[in-house]
């Protein structure tokens, strides 16, 4: 009984011996999901981040997925007015890489306070937003690496043409970096591809302005949505995505990005934005994700990657503008690849 006993306790500690170690890649680091070191275990990630604006002071929703020291990546939803939730498949792909990552909704987006006040909803409060946020979570050159999608995109370009001195690398995901442009391809290349009734009746509720119309919503969630939006039958959708729609804060998202999904119009204000002559200054590693059923013209993005100094392209030929879920095997397949490849000095 006694040497069946020494070797069962042998037997175990040799097994342990061959056990991969979960933690963040180092020896004696913080393991991925212990939080117990951390002052946001309470509340499971979550921190309210105080954001101090000319309006006064609000507070912004964070929550950090895992732990990894070198390997630190913010997320901007798009919108204007989103949420984190379109991320939320995210946690089927970094955790196994032993990836940190933070969801985060914007002022005046649903799980943050809402002051509601238009002067406030400029590019250039949003950087400074994303600024106080890196401040609080102690975000750096050595670890933070900064994603955008579709609006967050352009908060992406627009924070690393002010700080990429902070960055570590930079990911923009499905957005030009150019509104007329988008327009331009949108009106010129996406609509015609819709049958000529259908297009034709869209752009006749717009000329009437008549975007409450519920005809409106259905032509476009089942004849653009489903094309160039998320190519899966809406009653597939996740319900993350649905969560997302569904919290979107409608009085942010028309007064940034206009009524339109062809383009930013009327009295928009992101209407005229274009950083296009400015990329070239961007020197930190970059990323840039597009589609080929994208609302955002995939050859302008791989451009985009080329005129960084620093860039690459990956294409989800299979994906649209959420291609983070309808080709999720590219999309997360490069974006792991593309964080491994700098926190190791491999960019190319």
């Known amino acids: ?31 991925y999901l212990d939080y117990s070191k951390s002052d946001d275990q309470f509340t499971g990630g979550i921190t309210m981040i105080p954001i101090t604006t000319p309006k006064g002071t609000f507070s912004v929703y964070t929550k950090r997925i895992g732990n990894n020291p070198k390997m630190r990546v913010l997320l901007l939803h798009g919108g204007p007015g989103g949420t ?35 002067t406030l909803w400029t590019t250039e409060h949003f950087v400074e937003e994303v600024e106080q946020v890196r401040k609080a979570l102690n975000l750096n050159k050595d670890n933070f690496y900064l994603l955008g999608q579709s609006w967050g995109g352009i908060l992406a370009m627009e924070y690393a043409l ?34 000529p009734e259908i297009f034709k009746e869209i752009k006749d509720l717009e000329s009437k302005n008549d975007f409450a119309n519920p005809r409106y919503t259905e032509l476009l969630m089942n004849h653009y949505y489903t094309q160039h939006i998320l190519r899966m039958p809406v009653d597939k959708w996740p319900s993350s995505i649905n969560t997302f729609f569904k919290h979107l804060n409608p009085n942010i998202y028309v007064f940034m990005q206009g009524h339109s999904e062809f383009g930013m119009t009327g009295n928009a204000s992101l209407k005229n934005w274009d950083v296009t002559a400015r990329l070239k200054t961007i020197t930190v590693p970059t990323l840039v994700i597009g589609a080929t059923y994208d609302t ?14 620093n860039g690459r392209f990956l294409l989800c030929k299979k994906g649209s503008h959420l291609s983070q879920y309808d080709d999720q095997q590219t999309y997360f397949t490069g974006l792991i690849q593309f964080i491994k490849d700098v926190n190791i000095g491999t960019f190319k």
């Open 1 to 31: 009984m006694k040497k069946t006993f020494l070797l069962l306790t042998l037997s175990i500690l040799l097994s342990n011996c061959g056990k991969k170690e979960t933690s963040s890649g180092e020896s004696g680091s913080i393991p």
């Open 84 to 118: 984190h939730h379109e991320f939320e498949c995210f946690d089927g792909f970094l955790p196994n890489e032993q990836i940190e990552y933070i969801y985060y909704d914007q002022l005046d987006s649903y799980y943050s306070d809402k002051p509601n006040d238009s």
């Open 162 to 195: 002010k700080y990429q001195d902070n960055l570590k690398g930079l990911i923009i995901s499905n957005m030009m970096a150019s509104a007329p442009a988008y327009g331009k391809y949108a009106n010129e290349v996406l609509g015609p591809q819709l049958k």
């Open 296 to 309: 955002m013209d995939p050859k302008h993005m791989e451009w985009m990657s080329k005129e960084v100094q």
